[in-house]
């Protein structure tokens, strides 16, 4: 009976110190950084919005959020004189381990709206496809991703994030080839200027993808 007893003392003791499922807290970590120069931005603010999670980027531009209970998260970087960013959809926790978050801030003094724009950028071919995820292919999953890009003076995309999405797995492939694309550069008073723009994605499956295999 003392032995019963102590085996089941010994399992209750076990089971306490085991963390509860979907109770598992994790940490996000990551660089802050300018777009352009490239260089770390110091005392940018990391949050993870509609929650109390914070904080600040130190000298080298990283940060460390600890203590996060498992879920999916916005999280936000900001900094005085810049554009802030926003990774949407990051899941933290459950034994995911840490998770690194990039961010590249771009200049608010540098960056312009396109309607703010004497002339528009302007996309140069070969046109990049982003590349269909299986998972959606599976699942006979179609939409379109609209992507705001911010494309520099030299044309490059430097930044791209999702503002509007039909389905959150076609997410990643569309910042992908977003990445990927060339523009001639907007213009403001005859000088080449830095613009945002907004672009569709569209995904739509072959017939012979949806079609049931035998």
Same mark, same amino acid.
């Not at 660089?31 to 949050?47: F, K, L, Q």
């Not at 590249?104 to 004497?118: F, I, Q, Y």
């Given at each position: 009976? #003392? +032995? ?7 399992? %209750?003791? &076990?089971?306490? &110190? %085991? ?12 660089? =802050? ?9 110091? /005392? !940018? ?9 914070? !904080?600040? /980027?130190? +000298? ?14 916005? =999280? #936000? ?12 959809? &990051? *899941? ?6 840490? =998770? ?9 003094? +540098? ?20 590349? *269909?995820?299986?998972? !959606? +292919?599976? #699942? ?9 890009? %911010? ?9 791209? @994030? ?7 797995? &076609?997410? @990643?492939? /569309?910042?992908?080839? !977003? ?8 213009? $403001?008073?005859? $000088? ?6 907004? %672009?569709?994605?569209?995904? $739509? ?7 049931? $295999?035998?």
């Amino acid at each position: 009976m #003392k +032995r019963t007893a102590s085996i089941f003392t010994a399992l %209750l003791l &076990l089971f306490t &110190l %085991l963390p509860a499922a979907g109770d598992s807290p994790g940490t996000v970590i990551g660089t =802050v950084i300018d777009v352009e120069t490239r260089a770390p931005i110091a /005392s !940018a603010t990391v949050s993870l919005m509609g929650t109390g999670f914070t !904080a600040k /980027s130190g +000298r080298d531009g990283q940060f460390r959020i600890d203590g996060i209970p498992e879920g999916f998260y916005q =999280v #936000k970087a900001e900094a005085a004189s810049y554009e802030p960013h926003v990774m949407n959809n &990051l *899941y933290i926790g459950g034994g995911s381990g840490k =998770v690194t978050a990039f961010f590249t801030l771009a200049s608010a003094e +540098r960056t312009k709206e396109a309607g703010e724009v004497d002339v528009q950028p302007s996309p140069i071919q070969p046109f990049i496809a982003p590349k *269909y995820p299986e998972e !959606a +292919r599976k #699942k006979g999953i179609e939409g379109t991703v609209f992507v705001k890009m %911010l494309v520099s003076e030299k044309g490059e995309v430097k930044n791209a @994030q999702v503002i509007q999405t039909d389905a959150e797995v &076609l997410n @990643q492939a /569309s910042i992908e080839a !977003a990445m990927k694309w060339r523009f001639t550069p907007g213009g $403001k008073n005859g $000088k080449p200027v830095s613009t945002w723009i907004v %672009l569709p994605f569209k995904f $739509k499956l072959n017939p012979d993808d949806v079609k049931p $295999k035998n």
